[in-house]
Nanobody, 117 residues
């Protein structure tokens, strides 16, 4: 079992920055690929960025060059640094853990990011 708690969302102006954090519980953190997803009102939940247990990363085209995902396995934490934010980045951001051994997926409750124009 993995429990995820996101923090760091809020209201920011166009061009600003935010850093999201996700605290994960559970001894199996090192076996999880971690990801950030987002869901805007009326839209489906989309992948933003993922990082595997070896530190390899992948990003959605819409955020490449602006967002950076990172993880600290010693602290069971994953982060999303978001720079040059745009109004279209407004969404609820969810932390995801995918256990590469069991195939199980876990989700946090989300944190709201609002970018004003």
């Amino acid at each position: 079992q993995v429990q995820l708690v996101e923090s760091g969302g809020g209201l920011v102006q166009f061009g600003g920055s935010l850093r999201l954090s996700c605290a994960a519980s559970g001894a199996s953190f090192r076996y999880n690929a971690m990801g950030w997803y987002r869901q805007a009102p009326g839209k489906q939940r989309d992948l933003v960025a993922v990082i595997n247990n070896a530190g390899g990363t992948n990003y959605a085209d819409a955020v490449k060059g602006r967002f950076t995902i990172s993880r600290d396995n010693a602290k069971n934490m994953v982060y999303l640094q978001m720079n040059s934010l745009k109004p279209e980045d407004t969404a609820v951001y969810y932390c995801n853990a995918h256990n590469i051994i069991t195939g199980m997926d876990y989700w946090g409750k989300g944190t709201l990011v609002t970018v004003s124009s």
